[in-house]
């Protein structure tokens, strides 16, 4: 079968909070035809391939007809008649199309849209699922779903620094009962919310925003409803945090302002003493960007001291991004990294990051974004990438639930080949 692409083009649709995206479409000559949606964060580091956005008064500015464009233009007149099967050549000859080195020219949300789509394409044209195509016959891992839980800093409007609280089930026999461990628990601490009077409203990422008295409450409300769902913390079920220490660091240098619980002003020796008091008392197995992405000896004494008990992750610090991550890994800044697509902007550069941390000994951890799309893409990724662990939201919100129950299917099809396992 010929799996010359034919045709790309692409159109502005909404994400999950209602803003503008990118989604890419591609028809091989072969004629399979395959689409993409592009996520857009939030909460996002200094160093990020840049979104192209329009500036204009549409949709406040945030408008990516631009974009759209230019994958409709430069990018289709760029690709239009080489093999879907050579993704590293299609993502290098748009990243060298482009000419920045953040992808600023044209919008790291126009040739991610394309990197994925032609994947999918490839692919479907191979007879292949998407994880069996890019991570090959031995992609049967399952990750371990981290589930954001409860919600706060720049994810929510409540008194909570700490962006994310997440359940992790490593202690169950299958990614199924996985799932199910913490959504039954997703749901008692709903009716723990609501029988104490605190909100059962949720974030952009499913989990719940309520008014808490102190960062700790928020731990002990999960730690409340783990039991209450029948579940031992700490070997059923443990808990990650992404501090997302960019949003309470106004100069991201090692100085901190726990603005919203009223904490207030700490240096970084003060934020690690607080961390160490938590993972003393709580079942912590994860802990995402513990401080901000600027403060480099933070990240090294906080590993030095805790890598060996849990997995420090860095996000903001590395986006997805090779160079970031050999500084890290030279620096022994952290034991892990998080793990985005549209961080870095195509699925290759993705690929190198993931690769990059394997050989390193590193952990690498696949995550969605606060702006979301029903697209599953990163589903079967991480089956293919072999990471172990993913975060991709709470048990409610359908582009959340899209990826749970894409890899509930993958689970099916492997027919008891898969395997689920913390480490």
């Given at each position: 079968?010929?799996?010359?692409?034919?045709?790309?083009?692409?159109?502005?649709?909404?994400?999950?909070?209602?803003?503008?995206?990118?989604?890419?479409?591609?028809?091989?000559?072969?004629?399979?035809?395959?689409?993409?949606?592009?996520?857009?964060?939030?909460?996002?580091?200094?160093?990020?391939?840049?979104?192209?956005?329009?500036?204009?008064?549409?949709?406040?500015?945030?408008?990516?007809?631009?974009?759209?464009?230019?994958?409709?233009?430069?990018?289709?007149?760029?690709?239009?008649?080489?093999?879907?099967?050579?993704?590293?050549?299609?993502?290098?000859?748009?990243?060298?199309?482009?000419?920045?080195?953040?992808?600023?020219?044209?919008?790291?949300?126009?040739?991610?849209?394309?990197?994925?789509?032609?994947?999918?394409?490839?692919?479907?044209?191979?007879?292949?699922?998407?994880?069996?195509?890019?991570?090959?016959?031995?992609?049967?891992?399952?990750?371990?779903?981290?589930?954001?839980?409860?919600?706060?800093g720049e994810h929510a409007d409540n008194?909570?620094?700490?962006?994310?609280?997440?359940?992790?089930?490593?202690?169950?026999?299958?990614?199924?009962?996985?799932?199910?461990?913490?959504?039954?628990?997703?749901?008692?601490?709903?009716?723990?919310?609501?029988?104490?009077?605190?909100?059962?409203?949720?974030?952009?990422?499913?989990?719940?925003?309520?008014?808490?008295?102190?960062?700790?409450?928020?731990?002990?409300?999960?730690?409340?409803?783990?039991?209450?769902?029948?579940?031992?913390?700490?070997?059923?079920?443990?808990?990650?945090?992404?501090?997302?220490?960019?949003?309470?660091?106004?100069n991201l240098d090692g100085n901190y302002?726990?603005?919203?619980?009223?904490?207030?002003?700490?240096?970084?020796?003060?934020?690690?003493?607080?961390?160490?008091?938590?993972?003393?008392?709580?079942?912590?197995?994860?802990?995402?960007?513990?401080?901000?992405?600027?403060?480099?000896?933070?990240?090294?004494?906080?590993?030095?001291?805790?890598?060996?008990?849990?997995?420090?992750?860095?996000?903001?610090?590395?986006?997805?991004?090779?160079?970031?991550?050999?500084?890290?890994?030279?620096?022994?800044?952290?034991?892990?990294?998080?793990?985005?697509?549209?961080?870095?902007?195509?699925?290759?550069?993705?690929?190198?990051?993931?690769?990059?941390?394997?050989?390193?000994?590193?952990?690498?951890?696949?995550?969605?974004?606060?702006?979301?799309?029903?697209?599953?893409?990163?589903?079967?990724?991480?089956?293919?990438?072999?990471?172990?662990?993913?975060?991709?939201?709470?048990?409610?919100?359908?582009?959340?639930?899209?990826?749970?129950?894409?890899?509930?299917?993958?689970?099916?099809?492997?027919?008891?080949?898969?395997?689920?396992?913390?480490?």
């Open positions: 079968m010929n799996s010359t692409i034919k045709n790309i083009s692409a159109l502005e649709i909404l994400d999950s909070r209602g803003n503008p995206t990118v989604r890419t479409y591609v028809i091989l000559e072969d004629g399979t035809k395959s689409f993409a949606s592009v996520p857009s964060g939030a909460s996002t580091g200094q160093n990020e391939a840049v979104e192209l956005r329009d500036g204009e008064k549409r949709y406040n500015g945030t408008g990516v007809q631009n974009a759209v464009n230019n994958v409709n233009t430069e990018i289709a007149s760029a690709l239009v008649g080489k093999d879907a099967s050579n993704q590293k050549d299609i993502d290098y000859t748009m990243i060298e199309l482009d000419g920045t080195n953040n992808k600023s020219r044209l919008g790291a949300n126009a040739i991610l849209g394309v990197s994925m789509a032609v994947a999918k394409a490839a692919a479907s044209s191979s007879k292949l699922p998407l994880y069996a195509y890019l991570g090959g016959a031995n992609a049967v891992r399952i990750p371990v779903p981290c589930m954001n839980i409860l919600n706060g008194s909570v620094d700490f962006q994310e609280f997440m359940l992790v089930p490593h202690g169950a026999p299958s990614f199924k009962e996985g799932l199910r461990y913490v959504a039954e628990t997703f749901h008692i601490l709903k009716g723990i919310l609501k029988s104490k009077g605190m909100a059962t409203s949720v974030g952009d990422e499913g989990g719940f925003a309520p008014n808490c008295a102190s960062n700790e409450e928020a731990i002990e409300l999960i730690i409340e409803a783990i039991k209450k769902a029948n579940y031992k913390p700490g070997i059923d079920m443990s808990i990650a945090i992404d501090s997302a220490a960019n949003s309470f660091s106004p302002d726990l603005i919203w619980s009223g904490l207030g002003k700490m240096k970084t020796a003060d934020l690690i003493e607080k961390s160490a008091e938590w993972l003393e008392k709580y079942p912590i197995i994860l802990w995402e960007d513990p401080v901000s992405e600027g403060d480099w000896e933070g990240y090294i004494t906080f590993t030095k001291r805790f890598g060996d008990k849990i997995e420090v992750v860095g996000d903001d610090n590395f986006v997805t991004n090779t160079k970031y991550i050999k500084k890290g890994i030279e620096m022994g800044a952290c034991n892990s990294a998080l793990i985005k697509l549209n961080q870095i902007g195509s699925v290759t550069e993705t690929i190198e990051a993931v690769r990059m941390c394997r050989e390193a000994g590193w952990r690498y951890f696949l995550s969605h974004r606060s702006g979301e799309t029903e697209d599953t893409f990163l589903a079967d990724f991480a089956v293919a990438m072999d990471g172990g662990h993913l975060k991709t939201g709470s048990a409610c919100r359908g582009e959340r639930i899209a990826k749970y129950n894409r890899l509930l299917e993958i689970e099916h099809e492997l027919k008891g080949r898969s395997e689920y396992r913390w480490k």
